[in-house]
């Protein structure tokens, strides 16, 4: 990923003061300014700042050689690199941790900017509540926001370099594994509005406890002031009842919570969306309508709602907000394939989003009049829990009458067997516990499943379960 800087260009001796790093000239030094940030070598342009990252499968520190010679101006990283007087000239920013001097470097930049910030976290619905609320705000600002998956420690810093001079909105997604790196975006991005969207089972593996991961989300609050608004899922326990303590204002979205600040009732399902009526200070708005299935989708929008509210929109401006959303690749999208409709959503999983993908397939087979069918893959980074999790799944599927189901993964065994004890036939349950033979699973799918059935396809992301429909697309 690469980061042009549009608000101003940077030099290395300003870096070096943002990062607190010492400053080291190779050759004659660093010349012109930095017009770009990039952590991948083959990203690196004429006038590039090159983060040499330590990873999983590769250390940028290699790579700086290449990235010099591809025009890198300015390099941020933790050591001198072997014969870098042979490299030309450049300066190199030496620091004990590149991924944290990346985040200062991006903090400082975010200062440049005058555009107020909405941070978004939650287990479940934070891509989607954040696509929401940027369709909100796009309304009445110009925004910018999180785009993808790059709402970890690095991607975090680089979007916040895709401020532009004339951004007014940024919306922020945070996401996390462990205790301490939400508290890390936060402080970089200040968010005047922050949602926590709920407390769910992700990262259970590594955090112990739902206590814990609520914990860990509010963190998102540090980086806010007495005067900003932290918008919470007034359904949730754990967040309604959270002693700690918290500066921004707290304001509170609900379905069930009579006492939410914003509260949606009269919900309803249409062929292409959910219609609802919003309450909220003392008045109604009747008749609002997203374009996608699912209540969970309710309190996704629920949050633009509020956030919109909160940043001074009109009803009007924040009903054609909504209306104008566009989710993220591969989630829900509905399309027909052959003489079967396909529900792809293979963005992520986790227990909470495979109950509410489950309840979309059910409405939308009901509506369409054919069978509800299910690939259900393996949810990911649920530890101790994950066999317990998994039957879970299988026996929420049984229960709410899927009719043939296709488990995938490694997980696929206890998924099904905990679906046929609860009441599906086994003729109905089909098994690839091999999540490399994509192949084999789209063979089992295009053998057994009919004409007018419905398809949900979901896994975590590391499944990558849009394989499958790749393969069964040259099948059916």
Request: glycine share 10%; hydrophobic share 40%; proline share 2%.
């Amino acid at each position: 990923m690469k980061a042009e800087l549009m608000i101003k260009s940077l030099t290395a001796e300003e870096i070096s003061r943002a990062v607190g790093g010492e400053l080291i000239n190779i050759g004659r030094g660093a010349a012109g300014a930095v017009t770009s940030v990039a952590y991948d070598s083959r990203e690196v342009a004429e006038g590039s700042l090159f983060c040499a990252t330590k990873g999983e499968r590769a250390d940028g520190h290699d790579y700086i050689e290449k990235a010099v010679e591809g025009g890198a101006k300015v390099v941020l990283a933790e050591r001198l690199p072997d014969g870098a007087d042979e490299f030309g000239d450049f300066a190199l920013i030496k620091t004990d941790d590149a991924v944290a001097a990346l985040g200062r470097l991006s903090g400082y930049y975010r200062d440049l900017s005058d555009a107020f910030a909405v941070g978004v976290t939650g287990s479940v619905g934070k891509t989607t509540t954040k696509d929401f609320i940027a369709s909100v705000l796009s309304a009445k600002y110009r925004t910018m926001k999180t785009e993808g998956n790059h709402n970890n420690e690095i991607g975090f810093p680089m979007t916040l370099f895709g401020l532009e001079c004339d951004t007014e909105a940024a919306v922020l997604e945070m996401g996390m594994s462990s205790r301490g790196e939400i508290s890390f975006m936060t402080r970089l991005a200040r968010p005047h509005i922050s949602v926590i969207t709920n407390i769910g089972t992700s990262h259970i593996a590594s955090l112990g406890s739902r206590e814990n991961i609520c914990l860990a989300k509010f963190e998102i609050a540090e980086g806010m002031g007495e005067d900003d608004v932290l918008i919470l899922n007034g359904d949730e326990p754990l967040l309604t009842e959270y002693r700690g303590v918290v500066k921004p204002r707290k304001k509170f979205i609900g379905i069930y919570n009579k006492n939410a600040d914003y509260k949606a009732v009269n919900i309803r399902t249409s062929d292409d969306g959910m219609i609802f009526d919003v309450l909220y200070s003392g008045n109604a708005a009747v008749n609002v309508k997203i374009p996608v299935l699912g209540r969970h989708n309710v309190y996704n929008a629920l949050a633009a709602w509020a956030t919109g509210t909160e940043c001074g929109l009109t009803s009007d401006e924040i009903r054609r907000g909504l209306l104008s959303f566009e989710g993220t690749k591969m989630r829900q999208k509905i399309y027909p394939l052959g003489k079967i409709t396909v529900i792809e959503d293979c963005y992520n999983a986790a227990p909470e989003s495979m109950r509410a993908a489950i309840d979309v397939l059910v409405t939308k087979a009901a509506s369409a009049g054919g069978a509800p069918c299910a690939l259900l893959g393996d949810m990911l980074e649920l530890g101790e829990n994950t066999r317990l999790l998994h039957d879970q799944l299988g026996q929420y599927a049984a229960q709410m009458k899927v009719a043939r189901l296709y488990c995938f993964g490694e997980m696929a065994d206890t998924v099904a067997e905990a679906a046929i004890k609860k009441g599906v036939r086994a003729d109905d349950v089909n098994v690839c516990r091999d999540r490399n033979d994509p192949e084999r699973m789209a063979r089992m799918i295009a053998a057994t499943i009919k004409d007018g059935d419905v398809l949900l396809v979901k896994a975590s992301r590391g499944v990558a379960a849009e394989r499958v429909i790749e393969e069964l697309k040259k099948l059916i």
